[in-house]
């Protein structure tokens, strides 16, 4: 936004370390994701954030995959997310990986051996968690816990070389088992997978834990400030504590409240759950909340930015409502986004007095909120036109505008028409509008004097295209399905996407342009879907004209 704002915390703190010299001036954040799935429009605020901070003060963002996890990452991912990154602006100036570090991060965890402060505990995960005690109550240390440094150096070379099976023994780093901050108690550095990896193979059967991989990963990489959000506060004590003991580079971590928006989820866990289920199409599925569904639905980086702008930086966790979001592309699309016209529940109307073998050019501007239109296009009028069912009524009330017998209406960037008689099918549907037209009424050389209150768009029977035209809509039917007592799938809404298979469109949107916003006039806003062919045009709809949303009634307890 162009408005003058005030700083946020993590600004304040910026311009305090460049005043005062420390880090020498340096301005290094990282963006480090997990390559187990999707972004989300979360990790969106958390990218704005660390690169935006670091333009802002001459500095560098690296883009760091936290892949510690052989078993749930897949490289799938890692090209998923950088094309994410790019996509939304930005670059890295590094793409660096956890696992770049495994030799250093083994060294690192010798080295605290030596010290006496991590042992090799031979103790099953229960058997652990039991251990720690509660936060009222100390834990209770093992007799693992006193093993010599030698022992615990040979049998942590030994979990390196692969002599025991998964879970067998664990590296633990030896803190305080009384500590008030249960991450303190002990807390695991390194288990044993035997798993395939997606970049080291087979070389390691060891992986760091993500305490000890984050923390030491920012240090090698001299990151001057690594921002986190709010659940990290507790893992902060051990970041230092582990830095600290290693006497390693003193990067510093920060926290701030996560993105949380209203009728969506944003688990990994539970979007891989709507897809494997099969409740939406993909990762990319435009009612997902994922970098690439919005994308694929329509949504511009400079919506999403101005987005991640509008919503702010703060210390304390908030939902923030949708229709915001939903706001910032209407804004974004008003200016940049071609007018077309398309029928969506087409009925026909037949112009009785225009010559029946006559086509006329009319034009359109693309972009009237633009300077200049941003130029134009020519659409074919004839004597037959499609226009939306909704523009038509037998009896209309008072104060509609539209048509019916008596009643005219301007068509678009065309004449005024006057509807004469309607057409029905046996099952009493109306098939068919008559109407005359002005002559003298064309759009821009009016001479009729005549004055309607109403204008419909249409298109030309004889050059229309057909389309695939999917409305989609909010996934969820309340604000927060993972905050309610009932398995969140319940409150999937069941008219998230409606699909109109025949549409028709004007036959200058058969070359429209992939990743490119239409306003369809008086429809909404839609792009076109990657699975679109020239046989098969299909047109998302990203937004709404204006918000019109209305939750429908909730299940009421279980299924």
């Known amino acids: 936004m162009s408005e003058e704002r005030s700083l946020n915390f993590l600004e ?3 311009e305090e370390d460049l005043r005062t010299g420390k880090y020498a001036g340096r301005v290094l954040t990282r963006f480090p994701p997990e390559p187990n799935g999707y972004l989300h429009i979360g990790h969106a605020k958390s990218i704005c954030l660390n690169f935006g901070l670091a333009l802002k003060y001459g500095g560098k963002t690296n883009l760091r995959f936290d892949d510690t996890n052989p078993v749930k990452e897949d490289i799938e991912y890692v090209d998923s997310i950088k094309e994410d990154v790019k ?78 099976p998964d879970g067998a023994k664990v ?55 690594s921002i986190c959000t709010l659940e990290f506060i507790p893992h902060r004590d051990l970041y230092n504590w582990f830095i600290e003991q290693l006497e390693i580079f003193p ?32 990762w990319d599925d435009p009612r ?47 200016k940049t986004a071609w007018r077309r016209m398309a029928v969506l529940d087409p009925i026909k109307m037949v112009i009785t007095n225009y010559p029946e073998d006559e086509t006329e050019t009319m034009f359109g501007e693309n972009n009237p909120e633009a300077e200049g239109g941003e130029g134009g296009r020519e659409i074919p009028f004839s004597r037959e036109l499609w226009i939306e069912r909704e523009d038509f009524m037998e009896e209309p009330p008072k104060k509609f505008f539209r048509l019916g017998v008596g009643l005219s209406v301007r068509l678009k960037s065309a004449y005024i028409v006057t509807c004469n008689s309607f057409v029905k099918d046996a099952e009493g549907n109306v098939t068919e509008i008559h109407c005359t037209y002005l002559p003298e ?25 057909t389309a695939e035209v999917r409305l989609y809509d909010r996934l969820f039917q309340v604000e927060d399905p993972s905050n ?76």
């Open 12 to 14: 304040e703190i910026v």
């Open 87 to 164: 996509w939304l602006g930005f670059e890295w100036a590094n793409e660096l990986y956890a696992s770049d570090y495994f030799d250093t991060l083994y060294e690192f965890a010798v080295v605290l051996i030596k010290k006496g402060l991590a042992y090799v505990d031979d103790s099953s995960a229960e058997e652990i968690a039991a251990q720690k005690g509660t936060p009222t109550e100390a834990g209770t240390p093992n007799q693992f816990r006193a093993r010599s440094v030698e022992e615990n150096l040979a049998l942590f070379a030994d979990m390196k070389a692969g002599k025991y």
């Open 171 to 225: 590296l633990r780093a030896k803190v305080d088992l009384a500590s008030h901050n249960m991450h303190l108690r002990d807390p695991l550095m390194y288990r044993i997978k035997h798993a395939n990896h997606h970049r080291t193979g087979d070389t390691w059967c060891i992986y760091p834990m993500y305490d000890f991989a984050h923390g030491q990963s920012d240090a090698i990489e001299e990151i001057t400030h």
């Open 251 to 282: 990067s510093k971590q920060y926290e701030f409240a996560r993105l949380n928006l209203n009728y969506t989820v944003m688990s990994k866990r539970k979007l891989l759950q709507l897809v494997t289920e099969g409740h939406v199409e993909d």
């Open 288 to 334: 997902m909340p994922t970098i690439s569904g919005l994308r694929r639905r329509g949504y511009t980086p400079a919506s999403i930015r101005d987005f991640c702008d509008r919503i702010g930086v703060a210390k304390r966790e908030n939902m923030i409502d949708v229709s915001l979001l939903e706001f910032c592309i209407r804004e974004d699309l008003n």
């Open 441 to 465: 009424s064309k759009s821009g050389h009016d001479t009729s004097e005549l004055k309607v209150k109403g204008t419909i768009h249409w298109v030309s029977v004889a050059h229309a295209k």
């Open 484 to 559: 309610e007592d009932n398995d969140f799938k319940e409150y999937l809404n069941p008219h998230s996407l409606q699909i109109l298979p025949n549409a028709y469109i004007e036959n200058d949107l058969a070359t429209a342009i992939p990743g490119k916003g239409y306003q369809f006039i008086r429809k909404g806003y839609f792009t076109l879907d990657k699975h679109s062919t020239a046989d098969k045009l299909v047109f998302n709809r990203t937004v709404t004209l204006k918000d019109s949303w209305k939750a429908p009634q909730p299940p009421k307890g279980g299924a």
